[in-house]
């Protein structure tokens, strides 16, 4: 969209600012309280470190993951192979660095796939209410009356053992959790005085998703999809791990776990190291979501924002 | 007046919370007496530190508030002084409090007898059955209809009026020295808040309990209480007897708050704001916090802290123009 | 009477769901491109003794009719099937495998409440200390590391390393099974050393699941704890004079504890399949395992089976929480005096 010449001074422009302020100051208010727990700023320097090896990581390898250097095998831990070497000669350190944007590839899809199943449906059971709510809970109380990785295992296998199955089967276990989070919403939004005011103004049920319930599930949606992420990331590593997901020689990190098992007595650093990485992964993804559910509490932030405002405007 | 003697002597009650925003000065000196057997009734607008001035009489100021200087003499003993285990010997049997929502200040999971009985075991050492059946003794001089029933039930089985009931008794279980009510019957509808206000005078009169009734209502302030102080911005501003109150007032923040309120015989004349906002306590104004929506105010106002002065027979005021 | 009518309801929910859960597992079996009857039948048959298996079981039958003669079978012989693999009744299978999962997890969950829910109600009770940072972070690390890489980490550690405790299997000597439970069994046998290695061989793997869970509890804990701490009844408590520990212990305590334990039910489901991995590595012999085998061999039958018992626990697990919740918060209250 072209803006015309002047844009900046029209008054169209100052009226977007003022109905936008609301929403940056909430935004502004939230990054502040955030940036104030020390743990919250470490889960997020952790988490950019993780994206950063993921999308970066195959450049920066000192060496390839997938070339088999025989007489270079279980080498320990050394200057030139900060994480030793496997059992086939390959670096383990570069393997992780290659590894890690399977990890964070997983998770997106995962939730990418999941959250908008579960939102729509969790939407619709908690709006409607009546025979929608019943039948769309008894569906997602099937799926949840299975031990989650259990049911994941079974649709992997059905699909065939591979990294996009597991997505996929991970996926499927993973909407209800979503469908249970918005439909809980839903139904308390739905009590409140403000959406009957609305309604009674002859508010649309369309209208009333937009402008009331979504808002409002915004925070919680946020806060879980950033804990989610660090299940996810373990989630697939299990499958992984115990032959339903990635495969070799693919160098996902709990693939490699498994890969190194057998040899742990020779050559530990093989499986540890992987699994170092994913507890600082998913440990960065704790404590973020820790943090910017602490951000987004009303109480913490109504303290928080008297310092704010002395700070902006002093 | 005959010899009375003083239950409960506030001297110059300075409190603070410091937070995340400044330093926020909740209560200025405050100062007042209490006597034995009376309704001492402390009035004002919502955030002119009430309530605080209960919690700090009780030791009970919450983080981080802290309780910066002044005494607080019950029978001539400083509580201020006092260690916690003392200060928790004191709560719930010399000095009691009922809160203004009774729902919430119910434990939810336990039963009404149950945490009314509470104090006669804590406090008097009373073993179970005792203390259960003394519990049921003293519900029902509240009032509490069928408190055998009742007594059984959880807080969210009864009514507001019943819980409010319930705290009542709560309080009174070990006969206290003085009762602190904050704000107990803004959250009831009227009727109730009659009956509410009629008990505990009756109650009052039986034990021989002094009241301490905190409340914004000088409605209520008017049908039970025999003195009555007024409370501005974490200062006491006018201290009388409640005829003198009513009738003479002389602090111009009493006279506009009485002016506030629509008389039976008044017809159609103007209700009187008073103009401005309440002040934020961090920053209160200087001298007399009142001066900046005072009409009266003069050049002396905004520098110098008024004094409380006797203009009349047991009724003082804080205010330059005395 | 009520408690009764409210369980009788709930357990009748089962039917449902455990249909819904079938049919969910003959559809995922339908979709794997395996033949069942050819692995029955073994690798010597001939293709006419493989149809008359199929034919046995109705596997050229559409879904339905599957489920049907399966339904059919269970409740009139109580009969699940012959595993694939093992070539056994499902059930026998089922039976032999259930109490060492249930062992591990039971014992794994005991530990976790022990230790964590205390860790929790002291982290709340002296927030921002020392001693609260280093239960947040314990708790963290726990929370955020595979079980399977813990797992692995521990029997290296105290195995391999240091020789401290055993590290596969279950127990090495044998004894008579009565019920299953090998603690249980070896009592009843009153052979004290096979306790002694029933024992030391369950505190690893026991520890490595608590570990997680742990971590989950205190954190849910210290946050209701905290919350419940700040709360007007507290105060009236005080208020009230009672002593610190009574306000705490009692008053709050009984409050706090309620998040906590909901959580503790629904995550005794995940639990079992948590055991999965667990029993990988430690060589457990339970139905974690076997469950893993009979998905990888497409074993149908035990496949059903298997996830009819884990669908069940969970069930009965979220209805145990349910009815501890109502005795403990008489708000929701099942039957009781609804205002």
Known sequence: ?314 | METENVLLAVENLKTQFFTYGGVVEALDEVSFNIIEGEVFGLVGESGCGKSVTASSILGLVQKPGKVISGRVLLDGDDLLQKSAQEMNQIRGSRISIIFQDPTSSLNPVFRIGYQVAEPYIYHQGKPRKVAARDALKILSQTGLPDPADKARNYPHELSGGMRQRAMIAMALTCEPDLLIADEPTTNLDVTIERQILNLVKDLQEEFGTSVLWITHDLGVIAQICDRVAVMYAGNIVEQASVRVVFHSPKHPYTQKLLRAIPAVDSSGENLEEIPGSVPRLINPPSGCRFHPRCDHAMSVCSGKKPIEREVGLGHTVACHLF | ?339
């Open chain 1, 1 to 314: 969209m072209k803006l015309p010449k002047g844009f900046l001074f029209t008054s169209r422009y100052r009226i977007l600012k003022r109905r936008l302020h609301p929403i940056t100051k909430e935004f502004g208010l939230t990054f502040y309280v955030l940036r104030k727990s020390t743990l919250a700023v470490i889960g997020a320097l952790l988490v950019c470190m993780f994206l950063f090896l993921a999308i970066f990581g195959s450049r920066i390898a000192p060496y390839n993951p997938y070339e088999v250097k025989i007489r270079e095998r279980f080498i320990p831990p050394s200057k030139t192979h900060w994480f030793g070497t496997d059992k086939m000669g390959r670096d383990v350190f570069s393997r992780m660095l290659h590894g890690a944007r399977y990890s964070i590839r997983a998770g997106l899809i995962v939730l990418v796939i999941a959250v908008p199943i579960g939102v729509l449906l969790g939407g619709i059971a908690g709006l409607f209410g009546g025979w929608r709510d019943e039948v769309i809970m008894r569906f997602t109380d099937v799926f949840l009356a299975f031990p989650s990785l259990i049911l994941a295992m079974s649709f992997s296998a059905a699909l065939g053992p591979s990294l996009f199955n597991a997505m996929i089967a991970l996926s499927i276990v993973w909407w209800p959790m979503y469908t249970r989070l918005i439909r809980g919403q839903a139904l308390s939004v739905r009590e409140t005085d403000y959406v009957e005011a609305a309604r009674s103004r002859g508010a649309g049920n369309w209208y009333l998703v937009r402008r009331h319930i979504l808002p409002n599930c915004l925070s919680p949606i946020l806060v879980t999809f950033t804990l989610d992420m660090g299940w996810i990331i373990t989630a697939t590593a299990a499958l992984s791990f115990l032959g339903f997901g990635a495969q070799p020689p693919m160098p996902e990190w709990g693939r490699m776990i498994s890969d190194g098992r057998i040899y742990m007595l020779q050559a530990w650093w093989v499986s540890v190291f992987p699994g170092l990485g994913i507890v600082m992964t998913v440990l960065g993804f704790n404590l973020l979501g820790d943090g910017i559910r602490d951000a987004l509490d009303p109480k913490l932030r109504r303290i928080t924002e008297v310092k704010w405002k002395q700070r902006t405007f002093s």
């Open chain 3, 1 to 339: 009477m009520k408690l009764r009518n409210y369980i009788l309801r709930r357990v009748s929910l089962l039917i449902p769901v455990i249909l819904g859960v079938l049919v969910l597992v003959f559809i995922i079996s339908y979709v794997i491109p395996a033949d069942p009857a050819r692995a029955w039948a073994g690798p010597k048959a001939r293709p006419e003794q493989i149809e008359v298996l199929r034919e046995r079981y109705h596997l050229n039958d559409p879904v339905y009719l599957q489920i049907y003669y399966y339904l059919r079978n269970l409740v009139l012989h109580f009969d699940l099937g012959v595993s694939a693999t093992t070539g056994r009744p499902v059930l026998t299978d089922l039976k032999a495998f259930f109490p060492a999962t249930f062992e591990l997890a039971f014992f794994a969950f005991v530990l976790a409440i022990v230790i964590g829910i205390p860790l929790g109600v002291v982290s709340a009770l002296r927030r921002n200390e020392p001693t609260d940072h280093f239960s947040r972070v314990v708790a963290l690390t726990g929370v955020s590391t595979p079980l399977f890489w813990s797992a692995l980490l521990m029997q290296f550690l105290f195995y391999y390393k240091l020789r401290w405790l055993p590290a596969f299997g279950r127990l090495s000597v044998e004894i008579n099974r009565y019920t299953g439970f090998v603690l249980l069994d070896s009592v009843l046998n009153w052979n004290w050393s096979a306790f002694g290695d029933a024992a030391t061989r369950l505190i690893l793997p026991a520890f490595t699941l608590a570990f997680y869970t742990m971590g989950y509890l205190v954190r849910i804990t210290r946050g209701s704890m905290l919350e419940v701490l700040e709360s007007e009844y507290v105060v009236t408590a005080k208020a009230k004079g009672l002593p610190q520990r009574v306000v705490i212990y009692r008053h709050a305590l009984k409050n706090a504890i309620i998040p906590p334990i909901t959580v503790l039910g629904i995550n005794f489901g995940w639990l079992l399949g948590g055991t999965v991995l667990l029993e990988t590595i430690f060589s457990w012999p339970g139905m974690g395992r076997y469950a893993a085998g009979s998905i990888v061999q497409v074993d149908l039958p035990a496949m059903v089976g298997f996830t009819l018992v884990a669908a069940t626990v969970m069930i009965l697990s979220n209805l145990v929480v349910d009815i501890f919740y109502s005795i403990i918060d008489p708000r929701v209250r099942v039957g009781g005096k609804a205002k």
